[in-house]
C-alpha cells in the first residue's frame, strides 16, 4: 500500500523521468542506427577494415559505463550531450556487427545472379542485401536498445536526468519504493521499445509510416533541446542524488537559506570536475576533499549552522570486537591524529598528484613513527573484512585502518573498498560481510538512524552528536563507534574561488542575497 | 568473363564486333540473360516481382503481358506469380530463372550450370522443354555444364575445355567423328553409344537411321551397336 502512495505522490517525476530517459534512448538509437547501418556497409565494401573496425567498436563497449561517461566528462561537459553520446558508442557494435554480418551472409548465389543480370553497388544493396539483411539488422537495433535503456540510468549520475534519478537515490537513501519506482518504469519501457521494433519487424511498414515516425522523432527531439535550453536561475547547481533527496540536504538547506537554483544531479566523484569545467557555479562538496586544492574551489561558510557536524570514525561490527578486542587498541593509535587540514592534504595527494593509496596511507603513518605493509589488506584468508564507500577519503581510511591493524595485531586483513550507497555499506556491516569501515557522524545521525535536525537542540556541538549515535548504534545494531579520527568532513556549498570572489559571496547567505537579487 | 564477373587478363572479347570493355559493365550485364544453377531468385519477393526486377533495375519496364507470356512460354500457371520462391519446387524454380532472363528479350543468355541442381526426371523433362522452346531459336545461348550428355543433347555447337584449354571446337558429329586429339577421343568414348542416340535425336534421326547413314563409318557403328547392347543388358 506505502508503495502505491509513493507511487501517486511521485507520478508527474516519474513522467517527467520516463520521458527523459524515453528521449535519452531514442535520440542515441537514431544516432547509432544511421551511424551503424552506414559503417556496416561499408565494412562489406572495405573488408579489410572489417576487423580492426568491429574490433574497436568492440572495445567500447567493454569499457564500463560510468568510466566511458567519467572519460567524456572533460570533453563535453555535464547533461545530455555527453550521456547521448555515449549512449550511442554503447549502440553501435550490436547495429554495427549485425548490418555486417546479415549482408556478408547473403545467400552467393543470389548475389552472384543479381550482379550476373546488372544490378549497380547500389541496386545490389538496395534491391538485394538490404532487404534480406533486414531481420538480422533489426534484431541488433532491438539488442542495442534493450542495452541502452539499462545503461541510461547512469546517466543520471551526470545530470542527464531519465529514470536512474530514482534509482541512485533509492540506493543512496535505502528506499526500496523509490529503486523501484525507477527500475519498473525502465523495465517496461525496454519491453515497450523491443516489442515495437519487433512489431516493425513483422509487419514492413510503407514508407509513410517510416516518414511519419522519422518525423515525430525528429519534433521530440527538436522539442525537447528547446526547451532543455531554458535556464531561468542565475545560477546552476550541480548535486548528488543523496543531497537532493534527504530532508538533511538541499530541502532544508532551501528552506532555510531561500536558495532558488537550477539544479542538475550529478555523481559525487563528477561534481568537483563539473564545476572545475564551469557546467556548473555551485556543488555539494565534502569540506576535506582534494580537489579544493586541486581545483581552486572555495567552501562557502555555513553561517547558519544548518549542518551537523560530520566526524569520521571506524565502526565495528559488535560480534567482530567481542572476538578481536585487539582492533579497538590498534586503531586508537590514529585517533585524534588527523586534522581537516592533514586530511584535505591526504586526499589531494591521491586525487591532485595521483599517488597510490596504499603508498599516501602508509606515508601518513611513518609519520606516527608506524611502518606498516602497504600489501596489507590482501590476504586472501582474512580474519576481518574492511569496507569502504566509494570516495577518494574513505578509501584512504580504509587502507590506512587495515596497515594499522596489521602492523599493531596479528590479525589477516581484506578491503572490499567501494561500496555505493551509504545505506549499502551499513547493510553489509549489520549482516557481517564486513567488520570495519569508516563513518561519519552526521551521517550515522541523520541517514543510519533517521533523526532529523529538530532531534538535538545544539548541531555544533560534536560531542552532543558522537555520543548518541555511539549510545544508538550499540543498542540498535549492535555496532560500535571507535574513537573519532579528528576531522570534520561535513558538507559544504563550493564555488570556483574566482567565480565566488568576482560575486563577493563568502557565506552561503551572500549565495542567497545573490541569487534573490534582481 | 563474357558478362565481366570476372575480368580479362589477355586478349579480348567481342559481342557483334564490339568490344566488351568498351561499355559500363552494367550496361553489358543487362543486354545479357544469366541463368544460374542456384537459380539466384530473390527470397524476399514474389515470383512477378522476380521477373519484374530484371526490368526495374534498367529502367525498362517490363509489362504484365509479357510477364504471362513468359509463364505461358515455360509452360507454369499464372496464379504461381504471386507465391514466394520457397514455395515452388526445384524445377518450377529454374523455369523462373529462365523466365527472370528471357524478362528483357536479350539476344544473348548465359546458362551456368543450369540443370544440374535438378533430380534426374526433372532434368530430363526440363531439357525437352528447352529444346522445343521455339523462342529460343533465335537466341544465342553460351551453356556450361559437366554433363557430357547434356552438351550433347541441347548443344548446337560444343567446346570441349580441359584445364582451361579449348580442346576441341564443333558440332557434336564432329567431336564424336573426328576428335581433335586423344584426350577428346578418351573423354568420349565410355559414353560413346548413349551420345550417338542423343546426336542423333538432336538431329531428328533414329538408330536406325543413324545405322543407314552412309557418312557414319562402319566403325561408328559397329560402336553404337556394341554400346547398345553393353546398355541393354
Same mark, same amino acid.
Given at each position: 500500500m506505502d508503495f502505491w502512495n509513493f507511487i501517486i505522490s511521485h507520478l508527474s517525476e516519474i513522467r517527467d523521468q520516463t520521458i527523459e530517459h524515453l528521449i535519452l534512448t531514442v535520440a542515441s538509437m537514431v544516432l547509432s542506427t544511421s551511424v551503424g547501418i552506414t559503417v556496416g556497409i561499408l565494412l562489406t565494401r572495405f573488408q579489410k577494415l572489417s576487423n580492426p573496425v568491429l574490433g574497436f567498436v568492440g572495445v567500447i563497449q567493454t569499457i564500463p559505463s560510468l568510466a566511458l561517461l567519467g572519460f567524456l566528462l572533460p570533453i563535453f561537459g555535464i547533461g545530455v550531450t555527453p550521456a547521448i553520446i555515449a549512449l550511442f558508442l554503447y549502440g553501435l557494435l550490436p547495429i554495427v556487427r549485425n548490418t555486417y554480418t546479415g549482408i556478408i551472409e547473403v545467400d552467393p548465389a543470389v548475389k552472384d545472379a543479381s550482379i550476373g543480370m546488372g544490378m549497380t553497388n547500389f541496386q545490389l544493396l538496395k534491391y538485394v542485401e538490404l532487404p534480406l539483411a533486414f531481420p538480422i539488422i533489426l534484431a541488433g537495433i532491438r539488442t542495442a536498445t534493450v542495452i541502452n535503456?539499462?545503461?541510461?540510468?547512469?546517466?543520471?549520475?551526470?545530470?542527464?536526468?531519465?529514470?536512474?534519478?530514482?534509482?541512485?537515490?533509492?540506493?543512496?537513501?535505502?528506499?526500496?519504493?523509490?529503486?523501484?519506482?525507477g527500475a519498473i518504469p525502465a523495465s517496461i519501457?525496454?519491453?515497450?521499445?523491443?516489442?515495437?521494433?519487433?512489431?516493425?519487424?513483422?509487419?514492413?511498414?510503407?514508407?509513410?509510416?517510416?516518414?511519419? #515516425?522519422?518525423?515525430?522523432?525528429?519534433?521530440?527531439?527538436?522539442?525537447?533541446?528547446?526547451?532543455?535550453?531554458?535556464?531561468?536561475?542565475?545560477?546552476?547547481?550541480? $548535486?548528488?542524488?543523496?543531497?537532493?533527496?534527504?530532508?538533511?540536504?538541499?530541502?532544508?538547506?532551501d528552506a532555510l537559506y531561500d536558495l532558488p537554483m537550477e539544479i542538475k544531479e550529478m555523481e559525487i566523484s563528477l561534481m568537483y570536475q563539473a564545476l572545475y569545467n564551469g557546467d556548473v557555479d555551485v556543488i555539494d562538496g565534502f569540506s576535506t576533499d582534494g580537489r579544493i586544492q586541486e581545483f581552486n574551489l572555495k567552501s562557502l561558510i555555513d553561517d547558519k549552522n544548518y549542518?551537523?557536524?560530520?566526524?569520521?570514525?571506524?565502526?565495528?561490527?559488535?560480534?567482530?570486537?567481542?572476538?578481536?578486542?585487539?582492533?579497538?587498541? &590498534?586503531?586508537?593509535?590514529?585517533?585524534?591524529?588527523?586534522?581537516?587540514?592533514?586530511?584535505?592534504?591526504?586526499?589531494?595527494?591521491?586525487?591532485?598528484?595521483?599517488?597510490?593509496?596504499?603508498?599516501?596511507?602508509?606515508?601518513?603513518?611513518?609519520?606516527?613513527?608506524?611502518?606498516?605493509?602497504?600489501? &596489507?589488506?590482501?590476504?586472501?584468508?582474512?580474519?576481518?573484512?574492511?569496507?569502504?564507500?566509494?570516495?577518494?577519503?574513505?578509501?584512504?581510511?580504509?587502507?590506512?585502518?587495515?596497515?594499522?591493524?596489521?602492523?599493531?595485531?596479528?590479525?589477516?586483513?581484506?578491503?572490499?573498498?567501494?561500496?555505493?550507497?551509504?545505506?549499502?555499506?551499513?547493510?553489509?556491516?549489520?549482516?557481517?560481510?564486513?567488520?570495519?569501515?569508516?563513518?561519519y557522524t552526521?551521517?550515522?545521525?541523520?541517514?543510519?538512524?533517521?533523526?532529523?535536525?529538530?532531534?538535538?537542540?545544539? $548541531?555544533?556541538?560534536?560531542?552532543?552528536?558522537?555520543?548518541?549515535?555511539?549510545?544508538? $548504534?550499540?543498542?540498535?545494531?549492535?555496532?560500535?563507534?571507535?574513537?573519532?579520527?579528528? $576531522?570534520?568532513?561535513?558538507?559544504?556549498?563550493? #564555488?570556483?574561488?574566482?567565480?565566488?570572489?568576482?560575486?563577493?559571496?563568502?557565506?552561503?547567505?551572500?549565495?542567497?542575497?545573490?541569487?534573490?537579487?534582481? | 568473363m563474357i558478362n565481366r564477373l570476372e575480368e580479362l587478363d589477355s586478349g579480348t572479347i567481342s559481342i557483334n564486333g564490339e568490344d566488351i570493355t568498351q561499355q559500363s559493365k552494367e550496361n553489358l550485364r543487362r543486354s545479357i540473360g544469366y541463368v544460374i544453377q542456384d537459380t539466384?531468385?530473390?527470397?524476399?519477393? %514474389?515470383?512477378?516481382? %522476380?521477373?519484374?526486377?530484371?526490368?526495374?533495375?534498367?529502367?525498362?519496364?517490363?509489362?504484365?503481358?509479357?510477364?504471362?507470356?513468359?509463364?505461358?512460354?515455360?509452360?507454369?500457371? %499464372?496464379?504461381?506469380?504471386?507465391?514466394?520462391?520457397?514455395?515452388?519446387?526445384?524445377?518450377?524454380?529454374?523455369?523462373?530463372?529462365?523466365?527472370?532472363?528471357?524478362?528483357?528479350?536479350?539476344?544473348?543468355?548465359?546458362?551456368?550450370?543450369?540443370?544440374?541442381?535438378?533430380? %534426374?526426371?526433372?532434368?530430363?523433362?526440363?531439357?525437352d522443354d528447352f529444346l522445343n522452346l521455339k523462342h529460343l531459336d533465335t537466341k544465342t545461348i553460351l551453356l556450361v555444364t559437366h554433363d557430357v550428355q547434356e552438351a550433347f543433347k541441347l548443344g548446337d555447337k560444343i567446346v570441349l575445355l580441359e584445364e582451361g584449354q579449348i580442346q576441341q571446337y564443333g558440332t557434336p558429329l564432329e567431336l564424336l567423328n573426328s576428335p581433335a586429339n586423344e584426350k577428346v577421343e578418351l573423354f568420349l568414348k565410355k559414353d560413346k553409344f548413349i551420345l550417338s542416340l542423343q546426336t542423333s535425336r538432336h538431329n531428328q534421326k533414329s538408330l536406325f537411321d543413324y545405322l543407314n547413314d552412309s557418312e557414319v563409318s562402319s566403325k561408328d557403328k559397329q560402336v553404337a551397336m556394341d554400346g547398345f547392347f553393353k546398355h541393354l543388358f
Open positions: 535503456v539499462g545503461i541510461a540510468t547512469l546517466c543520471a549520475l551526470i545530470a542527464a536526468g531519465g529514470l536512474g534519478e530514482f534509482i541512485f537515490r533509492g540506493i543512496s537513501l535505502n528506499n526500496q519504493y523509490m529503486i523501484l519506482a519501457l525496454a519491453v515497450l521499445l523491443d516489442a515495437t521494433i519487433g512489431f516493425i519487424q513483422k509487419k514492413p511498414a510503407s514508407r509513410r509510416t517510416w516518414v511519419t #515516425m522519422g518525423v515525430s522523432i525528429v519534433l521530440i527531439l527538436v522539442g525537447f533541446f528547446i526547451s532543455g535550453s531554458k535556464t531561468e536561475s542565475r545560477l546552476i547547481a550541480g $548535486f548528488n542524488s543523496e543531497f537532493i533527496e534527504r530532508e538533511d540536504g538541499f530541502i532544508g538547506l549542518f551537523p557536524p560530520y566526524y569520521a570514525a571506524p565502526i565495528v561490527n559488535g560480534e567482530t570486537l567481542e572476538r578481536y578486542p585487539e582492533i579497538n587498541e &590498534a586503531l586508537d593509535v590514529i585517533a585524534n591524529q588527523l586534522s581537516d587540514e592533514k586530511m584535505a592534504g591526504l586526499n589531494y595527494l591521491v586525487d591532485g598528484q595521483k599517488q597510490e593509496l596504499a603508498e599516501v596511507a602508509n606515508a601518513f603513518l611513518r609519520e606516527l613513527n608506524i611502518y606498516a605493509s602497504t600489501d &596489507a589488506g590482501s590476504s586472501e584468508d582474512p580474519d576481518i573484512i574492511i569496507g569502504s564507500k566509494a570516495f577518494t577519503e574513505n578509501f584512504l581510511l580504509a587502507h590506512i585502518f587495515a596497515q594499522v591493524i596489521e602492523n599493531k595485531t596479528t590479525l589477516k586483513t581484506k578491503l572490499q573498498l567501494g561500496f555505493g550507497g551509504t545505506k549499502l555499506i551499513f547493510d553489509a556491516i549489520r549482516l557481517g560481510e564486513i567488520d570495519i569501515y569508516p563513518e552526521g551521517t550515522g545521525y541523520l541517514v543510519l538512524l533517521q533523526k532529523s535536525s529538530k532531534d538535538v537542540s545544539d $548541531f555544533t556541538d560534536p560531542d552532543v552528536i558522537y555520543n548518541d549515535v555511539k549510545k544508538d $548504534f550499540a543498542e540498535k545494531h549492535n555496532l560500535r563507534w571507535l574513537k573519532p579520527l579528528g $576531522f570534520n568532513n561535513t558538507f559544504a556549498l563550493m #564555488m570556483r574561488t574566482e567565480h565566488a570572489d568576482s560575486l563577493k559571496i563568502t557565506t552561503v547567505s551572500g549565495l542567497s542575497d545573490y541569487l534573490n537579487s534582481k | 539466384g531468385l530473390l527470397p524476399h519477393l %514474389n515470383i512477378r516481382q %522476380n521477373i519484374e526486377l530484371v526490368g526495374k533495375i534498367s529502367e525498362r519496364e517490363v509489362p504484365p503481358e509479357k510477364v504471362n507470356e513468359l509463364l505461358s512460354l515455360i509452360g507454369l500457371p %499464372n496464379d504461381i506469380l504471386d507465391k514466394r520462391v520457397a514455395e515452388l519446387s526445384g524445377g518450377q524454380q529454374q523455369r523462373i530463372g529462365l523466365a527472370r532472363a528471357l524478362a528483357t528479350d536479350p539476344e544473348i543468355i548465359l546458362m551456368d550450370e543450369p540443370f544440374s541442381a535438378l533430380d %534426374n526426371i526433372t532434368r530430363s523433362q526440363l531439357q
